[in-house]
């Protein structure tokens, strides 16, 4: 015979109450409240302006900034973004505050990390999660919310200062230093934010702090650095780089991509083979004036290969 309890023998607390009545009796005030944000880091690649038409187009890296139009921090840059409402998701409410401060929506977007610090926000406790969206900014149209003044793609720069190496009795550390900046036309936001490994055998402590804010928003300075560093690793060992391109697309294209956020150069053959099982060749080519037509492919989703 089972030992487990059934609906007859009901589960009771020290106090002798039944699940149904300690939720009725219980008291969701003895604990202060914190607030909670989601902050959204959107990335693309977009085409840079250049005199010698017969080159290929030069890519960058840029990321979607607002320009707040309150306090704190009124007039400064900030990450999209907002409060949860108490009845919905934290995927709710970056996909409600992505449309209602950007005008984006149905695009790719991930959780990265959850920001807690107890001063982050001048307000009063705010507990933030952050998230990465990918998107096409050709067949996206960014359009400031409400509570923004503005909303632009920033180029984005990111910069390892320095890196220092310590070691401890009974591990190392190794500490970085990250400077970013962000250019729209003649606006320059920069931060440099400190990024702090503590390593203990198996444990691996990290801090994140930011040493400068110039222009930028609350923390979101070592948000951007996360960011980049998280879409950095992801490219290496996903197909997530799809979501930065059109439907259709030059395997050229495709590689420009792949060296901006990696911030290295690749081997054309070596980069082809690595991303063979992930495009399609179609009969289109590319109608550029003074370019060579090149072949146009598409990406190839892993799904294809299960509906065969």
Known sequence: MSDSPTDATPILNHKGLTEEQFLEQYDAGIYDRPSATVDM?????????QDNYRKLPEKSLQLLMIQRG???????????????SIDESLDEAAARELRSETNLEHIYMEQLYTWGEVNRDPRTRVISC??????????QQVQAGEDADDARWFKLNYQIMQEKKVRLPDGCEIERDIRIHLQHGEHHLSGLVRVTHVYRG????????????????????????????????????TDIAFNLMPPLFTLSALQQVYEIILDRELLAPAFRRKIASQVVATNEYTKDAGHRPSQLFRFRPAWEEVIK
């Open 41 to 49: 880091l959107i990335f693309t690649v977009m085409n840079q302006e």
């Open 70 to 84: 309150e306090h704190p921090y009124m007039g400064q840059w900030a990450l999209p973004g907002g409060f949860v």
């Open 130 to 139: 952050s998230y990465m969206a990918l998107v096409d900014s050709t067949t």
């Open 202 to 237: 198996t444990i691996n402590d990290v801090r994140w702090e930011v040493i400068e804010s110039e222009g930028i928003a609350f923390d979101h300075a070592k948000m951007i650095a996360y960011g980049v560093e998280r879409l950095r690793s992801k490219i290496e060992y």
